[in-house]
């Protein structure tokens, strides 16, 4: 039942990484459009699925995947409590 729940948050982190253009993302659109002389146009944000009821869903997909392991060791523990942290931090401010 735990790995079962495990995979089901994992393919959930998969699916909202998708719905993020990593080519525009990691600017290999930008270089794309230098080399074939064309303007950059700006690509607007659209808050579809995911992104209409959580603000960062990226952290939290990460943060599901740190706290759900099968089997949790004093390292995965102390990795899993101090990204959290961090992240509770980053939604704050």
């Given amino acids: 039942m735990c790995f079962g729940a495990y995979l089901h948050l994992a393919g959930y982190s998969f699916l909202q990484k998708l719905l993020t253009d990593h080519f ?5 659109r930008q270089i794309w459009l230098y080399f074939v002389k064309k303007t950059y146009m ?7 699925l995911i992104y209409r009821w959580i603000r960062h869903p990226m952290m939290l997909g990460t943060m599901i995947a740190f706290w759900a392991l099968p ?19 980053g939604l704050l401010s």
């Fill in 42 to 48: 700006y690509v607007s944000f659209a808050e579809n």
């Fill in 71 to 89: 089997t949790m060791t004093v390292g995965h523990l102390v990795l899993s409590r101090s990204h959290g942290k961090d992240y509770f931090k």
């Fill in 24 to 28: 525009d993302l990691f600017g290999l």
